[in-house]
Each structure stands twice: as structure tokens, then as C-alpha cells.
């Protein structure tokens, strides 16, 4: 889990270009300068508002949800769906189909078919289910339509908030021409009209929110523009069918991604590609470190004991360093 600020309900604090609030079923917090905040905390909003009503699963009458329900059909999308499956399906060749967007069977059937906070913590169901490896090279996204192949269903959850987070970033730079820092449930993009230029910000980590409510087991880093983001196991759980669930499957075998991994966070040139290293981590489980080393990402890695790996380029950035 990655935060700037915990919120509770719509905050503003113009003296330091920051606000908070709850949207999308998670939290969504900005900085910015002082003199822009109310314009960047629009854009942001109408933007984030943007995506929910057309990649939210959660919401029958999404883009996302129509497609789903007709596969094998092309279907029309908005441009904003259409951004967030390349996005997806980049990820996925990225990670030879480690972070899969055609996994939504899966999460339905392991009991993930409402918000979050609506998942009862206990049910009966299946402690696996089958897959189908591959099938998100079967998606087709067209000019104007999105068709999902039979047999798959769309779940944007690995890079759906990253890719809210890079798309208001990149719009508030476009419209405002402003610094902005833009966190989505703790995907995180810095963007500046001159990125060479932005001043590294700080950044709280964790396992998940309550830990850092609590100020329980935390660290600063410091980011300068580009993205950051934190994956983690100890977030949205639940049990189905008698087996501890959480939001990560592992495509290979339809079942939560298992491995030494309680969270990964790691680097990116945007907050999409820093989602989807942290979340190939947790599923590539012990391999992980290799294929973070190989891809030359900054990343650190705690175990379940609380021991902690860092990649070589997580080092030399010197991310933990006091400033």
C-alpha cells in the first residue's frame, strides 16, 4: 500500500496544495501548488469520475460491464475504456500474461462480484477455479469498439487505478500546466509540466491502509516524477470455499497468487508500468527478484517474516535516503 495521506472525507489544505477524498471505493489524494488546487481537485475528480462510469465492473451499465456481457461481439466504448485495455493488455505481453486482464470469471466466481466493502468475509465456493491462460491475446480493441473473447471477462483491477492516476496527472499538466501528484489507491503519479525539474516528493509505504493509520510498520521514500506503486497480499481478503482470497490471482493456476511476498513496491516511468512490476512480483513469487534485477526496475520486497529485499536499482536510487 502506497499513500501520501489517509483521508476520511473531502479535505482540503490550500496553504500546502493538497486534498483527500473517497471515490471509486478507495482514496484518492493530490498535491499540487497551493494557487491551482481547487482547479487540479476538479480535473482530477471529473477524470476519476470518468473511469468509474465507464471501466468500473461494479456498474452494470459501464463500458466495461456491456462488453463483458456480449462476448465474442465488438462493442462500443468510450476512448477512455479503450486507453485503459491497451493499457492492460500492454501489461500483460509486458509480463508474458503474469498480470492478465481476462480474469474476471475467475474473481466472480471466488466471490469478488461486488465492492469491495459489499464481499461478505466468509463463503462457500470454490477454492480454485479454471483459467483460461492466454485469452487476453484474444481481446480486440478497434477504433470505437472493445470485443471480449467467449469464455473470458474483463477485470481492469491490476491497472485500472494506475491508469486513472496517469490519465488525471497527464490531463491537469495538459490543462493547467502545473506539478501534480496524483495518488489512487495508493498508485501514484508524479507529472510536471518539466519532469527533469520536479522535486522529489515524499512518500509514505505499507501493507495496507490500517497500517498506515495506525503508523504501524511504514517507510518514507522519496519520488521525483514518473510513478510508484505498492502491491500487497494483506489487502482486500476474504475467505471463499474455505481458502484465504485476495485480489491477486495467479493466471497459471486460478488461485491467489501464494509466494514469500506480503507487498512489493516498485518504480516506473508511470504509475501503470510501477502496477504492473509490483503486481508480476507477487505472482512470480521466489523469481521475483531475477526478473525485477533483468527488467532493471527499483523495487523493494517484504516478506511475510518482515524481511526485506531491494532490487539493485531500488539501492542506487537511493530511495530511503533522509532529505
Not at 503519479?189 to 504501524?216: C, K
Request: hydrophobic fraction near 40%.
Amino acid at each position: 500500500m502506497t499513500t501520501v495521506e489517509a483521508p476520511d472525507a473531502l479535505r482540503l489544505h490550500p496553504e500546502h496544495g493538497a486534498a483527500s477524498w473517497r471515490a471509486i471505493g478507495t482514496y484518492v489524494d493530490v498535491r499540487t501548488t497551493p494557487a491551482a488546487l481547487e482547479a487540479v481537485v476538479e480535473l482530477v475528480a471529473g477524470v476519476i469520475d470518468e473511469v468509474d462510469e465507464t471501466c468500473s465492473r461494479f456498474r452494470a451499465d459501464s463500458d466495461l460491464s456491456l462488453a463483458n456481457a456480449s462476448p465474442g461481439r465488438p462493442v462500443p466504448a468510450s476512448p477512455v475504456l479503450l486507453g485503459a485495455v491497451r493499457v492492460a493488455l500492454e501489461a500483460a505481453r509486458g509480463t508474458d500474461g503474469l498480470v492478465d486482464p481476462t480474469l474476471g470469471e475467475v474473481l466472480v466466481g471466488a466471490g469478488y462480484d461486488r465492492t469491495f466493502a459489499l464481499v461478505p468475509g466468509e463463503a462457500p465456493g470454490p477454492a480454485t477455479l479454471p483459467t483460461r491462460p492466454g485469452s487476453w491475446r484474444d481481446v480486440v480493441v478497434g477504433e470505437t469498439t472493445l470485443t471480449v473473447p467467449p469464455g473470458a471477462s474483463l477485470d481492469l483491477g491490476a491497472t485500472g487505478k494506475a491508469w486513472a492516476a496517469d490519465l488525471a496527472a497527464l490531463t491537469v499538466v495538459d490543462e493547467l500546466e502545473v506539478p501534480v501528484l496524483v495518488s489512487v489507491g495508493g498508485d501514484v503519479r508524479l507529472h510536471s509540466p518539466d519532469p527533469s525539474t520536479m522535486p522529489a516528493q515524499p512518500i509514505r509505504l505499507g501493507h495496507n491502509l490500517a497500517d498506515l493509520d495506525a503508523g504501524g510498520d511504514t517507510l518514507t521514500v522519496h519520488v521525483g516524477a514518473g510513478g510508484v506503486a505498492t502491491s500487497s497480499v494483506s489487502a482486500r481478503c476474504w475467505r471463499r470455499g474455505g481458502r484465504q482470497w485476495h485480489h491477486i490471482v495467479d493466471p497459471r493456476t486460478g488461485a491467489p497468487a501464494g509466494g514469500p511476498w506480503r507487498t512489493v513496491t516498485a518504480l516506473g516511468h508511470t504509475a501503470c508500468a510501477a502496477n504492473t512490476a509490483s503486481t508480476a512480483s507477487v505472482v512470480l513469487g521466489d523469481d521475483a527478484e531475477a526478473w525485477l534485477t533483468d527488467h532493471a526496475v527499483a523495487a523493494r520486497l517484504v516478506a511475510h517474516d518482515g524481511s526485506v529485499t531491494t532490487t539493485p536499482a531500488w539501492r542506487a536510487a537511493h530511495l530511503e535516503d533522509p532529505r
